[in-house]
């Protein structure tokens, strides 16, 4: 679990996604496997094992560690390859498909670490989606920059609140190991809250 002044690169991704999944994890320190987590674990094992070698004519890097005092940021990256002009590039990986922005946050996050940490510019990331078998090209653009920012912002109130975000209570909860936990269809109804508080405790 982080504290309130530190975020986990993680954190930007899962806050994308849900900002009360995020809350649930990283500051309420709640976990629970299902399917598509266990998956992802199963198929994090090669970027999640620290290593060093050429691939592909370039030096890869795996299980980086990284942070920033600057933001406020801890995490690590999957793989940091140091490309054939010299250029460093952070690598992420997600066993699904893409979900909004969600990984080019936690990639742009991560090469605000690396400038901070090697003293470079990193203009360009790569993001590989297991599911498609597709690896993205993202531009860390000005743009991309200042969605990061505001996403650490975000994540930085919310951390200091002591309310729960609200509960999207939509497509997303079907497939959230924390859905037992975070009572999505219970919370995102006032009008049904006090009779199941009722009912709970009758």
């Known amino acids: 679990m982080m504290t309130v002044d530190e975020i986990w690169l993680s954190a930007l991704e899962h806050h994308s996604y ?3 999944q995020a809350a649930l994890i990283h500051v309420d320190g709640l ?54 002009d010299g250029g460093i590039a952070p690598v992420e990986y997600k066993i699904g498909e893409r979900h909004g922005i969600a990984a080019e946050l936690q990639l742009c996050g991560q090469a605000l670490c ?3 940490m090697l003293g470079v510019s990193i203009p360009v990331g790569y993001v590989w989606y297991a599911g498609p078998r597709r690896r993205d090209r993202v531009a860390i ?6 969605a990061t920012f505001a ?45 199941y ?6």
């Open 18 to 20: 849900c900002p009360r």
């Open 31 to 84: 976990w629970a496997d299902n399917q598509h987590t266990i998956r992802g674990t199963a198929g994090h094992r090669r970027a999640d094992t620290p290593a060093a070698r050429r691939e592909r004519g370039r030096h890869v890097a795996r299980a980086v560690p990284v942070w920033s005092d600057r933001y406020g940021l801890t995490g690590r990256c999957d793989a940091v390859e140091v490309q054939t």
């Open 114 to 116: 690396l400038e901070e």
């Open 141 to 146: 653009t000005g743009d991309l920059r200042q």
């Open 151 to 195: 996403a650490i912002d975000a994540l930085r109130a919310a951390m200091r609140s002591d309310r729960l975000p609200d509960a999207p209570a939509d497509q997303r909860c079907q497939s959230c190991q924390l859905a037992p936990t975070c009572l999505p269809d219970v919370v995102a109804n006032d009008d049904r809250v006090g009779g």
């Open 197 to 202: 508080l009722k009912d709970l405790y009758r």
